[in-house]
């Protein structure tokens, strides 16, 4: 079975400041995508990293995909409360012509003004 | 554009009854998938169609629940009898081949 697991689980940071939010699987994907979610909706896909070693930025946001692509990070700089939400990191296994998502476990993020 | 359509946005219902969520994909997306989302397991992948065949079931948590898509542009998924272990948000997405998923805004469930 293949896992993801997310830490930290819960995170709770005040305005401007830094973090780092992780994936973890034994499992190699061909690619990974992270999501976020807020209240009362769907997943909403942020990026897709396919490269072993790939570092994606989106605005203040910065994405990394293992050498192994087995982990990946989200690192986020000077957090604003419009990063609040869940975010997911989901695996992608290839069966034919259909993507095949595995999803993390989740980080939830609040950003206190 | 319109997203994916989901219907209804919430039930509550008595446990036993029959409960039938549905779905309206992307126009051309020729994938759609069902997921559950709970506080204890996360999002979880249920089924998923390809072309409008399923594709793997193996989600499924039980006889109770089941899927159908009758043709490109409408799934249900149905729970009968329902329990109270079934109260989650249940997500549809929908995609082209090889393309990322799209989710729609999800059901909220809730069996007393």
């Known amino acids: 079975t293949q896992l993801l697991e997310q830490s930290p689980q819960f995170l709770s940071i005040q305005e401007g400041e830094n973090l780092t939010v992780y994936c973890n699987s034994s499992?190699?994907?061909?690619?990974l995508q992270w999501y976020r979610q807020e209240p009362g909706e769907g997943p909403v896909l942020l990026v897709t990293v396919v490269t072993g070693g790939e570092v994606k930025k989106l605005k203040r946001l910065t994405f990394q995909f293992g050498d192994a692509r087995k982990d990946s990070s989200l690192h986020i700089t000077a957090a604003q409360p419009g990063d609040t939400g869940l975010y997911l990191c989901?695996?992608?296994?290839?069966?034919?012509?259909?993507?095949?998502?595995?999803f993390g476990t989740g980080t939830l993020l609040a950003v206190q003004p | 554009d319109a997203g994916v359509i989901q219907s209804p946005r919430h039930e509550v219902t008595e446990m036993g009854q029959e409960v039938t969520l549905r779905c309206k994909p992307i126009s051309g997306h020729n994938s759609l998938f069902w997921y559950r989302q709970t506080m204890m397991r996360g999002l979880e992948l249920l089924i998923y169609f390809n072309n409008n065949v399923p594709i793997d079931d193996s989600g499924m948590p039980e006889d109770r629940f089941s899927a159908k898509m009758p043709n490109a542009s409408f799934s249900t998924l149905k729970i009968q009898p329902s329990e109270p272990r079934d109260s989650a948000v249940y997500f549809c997405?929908?995609?082209?081949?090889?393309?990322?998923?799209?989710f729609g805004d999800g059901t909220r469930l809730s069996i007393l």
């Open positions: 997405a929908s995609s082209s081949s090889n393309q990322p998923q799209h």
């Open positions: 989901a695996g992608l296994t290839t069966g034919g012509a259909t993507n095949k998502l595995i």
């Open positions: 499992s190699v994907f061909s690619s």
